[in-house]
């Protein structure tokens, strides 16, 4: 069955780095679009960035472009979320999704909190 | 960005009783509209694509209409199992973007 699992979340200062991951079981990950998604305490849903299965479409959320970067390594069924110059409003989980457009599955998500 | 807002903000409803929830897009997004269930802890849960689409495994007493800007989502007999936020997104432009949420909680 499929199966994503995020990892990386944590505690980091404002200003600081975080590299999240997500590793991808049970579907051909090469053939799939991948998001990360995240949801902020007691809040909505943003839609932080997707990447083609080759990479070679990316879009990101004006939040965070310049500051975060998706990548995905389809040999070791990977996704990843390189978020930099974090500020508090960055604060949520994260979720790794399937798909571009309408996610039919998603991960359990990360928390990452950024706090002084 | 198009901005989805959904009504109302809380659903308070008897088990067995017919839930309707409101999502509006702030301009045309076609039937290009997603909608999610999330229960507390829990991820999303995808419920209707295409406006009107059941997902896979989604019982029949979850539905939903609409086109343009105006959708409607009904659960026809609330399950103990369906109390839970409900979240539309609409997926015609990038960045895609959710509704704040409606509860729907028991009565």
């Known amino acids: 069955q499929v199966q994503l699992v995020e990892s990386g979340g944590g505690l980091v200062k404002p200003g600081g780095s975080l590299r999240l991951s997500c590793a991808a079981s049970?579907?051909?990950?090469?053939?799939?679009?991948m998001s990360w998604i995240r949801q902020a305490p007691g809040k909505g849903l943003e839609w932080v960035s997707y990447i083609s299965s080759s990479d070679s479409t990316i879009y990101y959320a004006d939040s965070v472009k310049g500051r975060f970067t998706i990548s995905r390594d389809n040999a070791k069924n990977s996704l990843y979320l390189q978020m930099n110059s974090l500020r508090a409003e960055d604060t949520a989980v994260y979720y790794c999704?399937?798909?571009?457009?309408?996610?039919?599955?998603w991960g359990q998500g990360t928390l990452v909190t950024v706090s002084s | 960005e198009i901005v989805m807002t959904q009504s109302p903000a809380t659903l308070s409803v008897s088990p067995g009783e017919r839930a309707t929830l409101s999502c509006r897009a702030s301009?045309?997004?076609?039937?290009?509209l997603a909608w999610y269930q999330q229960k507390p802890g829990q991820a999303p849960r995808l419920l209707i694509y295409g406006a009107s689409t059941r997902a896979t495994g989604i019982p029949a007493r979850f539905s939903g209409s609409g086109s343009g800007t105006e959708f409607i989502f009904t659960i026809s007999s609330l399950q103990s199992e369906d109390f839970a936020v409900y979240h539309c997104q609409q997926y015609n432009d990038w960045p895609y973007t959710f509704g704040q949420g409606t509860k729907v909680e028991i009565k």
């Open positions: 049970g579907f051909s990950f090469s053939d799939y679009y």
């Open positions: 301009q045309r997004i076609s039937s290009n």
């Open positions: 999704a399937r798909d571009s457009l309408v996610p039919g599955y």
